[in-house]
């Protein structure tokens, strides 16, 4: 069974810290990793993606890929109330079929 | 969500009843995929279509559902006869192609059966 998994949190930061967020996979043969932004009662938003070794940032996100360790992982810096959400972590199964993670909870503390 | 548009948003229904959910994708994706979200399981792939094709039914948790994609515009998703824990949200996602499935989600139907 291919999972991605994620610390369900909550995970609770101040305002101006990092955040950062986890997740591991089981799924060798995965190439592709992204992060979704998913607001209460909203639909999931992508915000990242990394396919390759090492760090990819945009804006005050990095995305983080070690595929020896089957770890992705998401920093957010500044972090801001408007960041509070819950984050998922999706990997490619092959093809075009994607398997998420169960989400991981953050809320910025003001 | 503005790429694709769903339908209805809410549904709520009486167990027994048949359910027809729909996506309409803007042009220029590859792929669709609806997904069933729940608090229990998450977010789960039920099927998707390359180019109106089905490609991987595999999620698609039993014949009482079923899904078409006629053409590149519209697709559905039917459940025969609903069930209580078909309750979910259901979103539709595309895929615009190219290397990997980065994915836009629509705004998703919350389903209530009864």
């Known amino acids: 069974q291919k999972e991605v998994e994620q610390n369900s949190g909550p995970l609770s930061v101040p305002e101006g810290a990092i955040a950062s967020l986890n997740c591991t996979y089981s799924?060798?043969?995965?190439?592709?990793f992204f992060w979704y932004r998913q607001y209460s009662g909203k639909s999931p938003e992508l915000i990242m993606f990394?396919?390759?070794?090492g760090d990819k940032e945009d804006g005050r996100f990095t995305a983080q890929l070690n595929k020896a360790s089957q770890y992705v992982s998401l920093l957010i810096r500044d972090s801001q109330p408007s960041d509070s959400a819950t984050y998922l972590c999706?990997?490619?199964?092959?093809?075009?079929?994607?398997?998420f993670g169960a989400g991981t909870r953050l809320f910025v503390k003001a | 969500d503005a790429g694709v548009i769903q339908s209805p948003r809410h549904e709520v229904t009486e167990m027994g009843q048949e359910v027809t959910l729909r996506c309409k994708p803007i042009?220029?994706?590859?792929?669709l995929f609806w997904y069933r979200q729940t608090m229990m399981r998450g977010l789960e792939l039920l099927i998707y279509?390359?180019?109106?094709?089905?490609?991987?039914d595999s999620g698609m948790p039993e014949d009482r559902f079923s899904a078409k994609m006629p053409n590149a515009s519209f697709s559905t998703l039917k459940i025969q006869p609903s069930e209580p824990r078909d309750s979910a949200v259901y979103f539709c996602?595309?895929?615009?192609?190219?290397?990997?499935?980065?994915?836009?989600f629509g705004p998703g139907t919350r389903l209530t059966v009864t």
């Open positions: 042009s220029g994706h590859d792929y």
């Open positions: 279509f390359n180019n109106n094709v089905p490609i991987d």
């Open positions: 996602a595309i895929s615009l192609g190219g290397r990997s499935s980065e994915q836009y």
């Open positions: 999706a990997g490619d199964t092959g093809g075009f079929k994607t398997i």
């Open positions: 990394i396919y390759s070794n």
């Open positions: 799924d060798r043969g995965s190439q592709s």
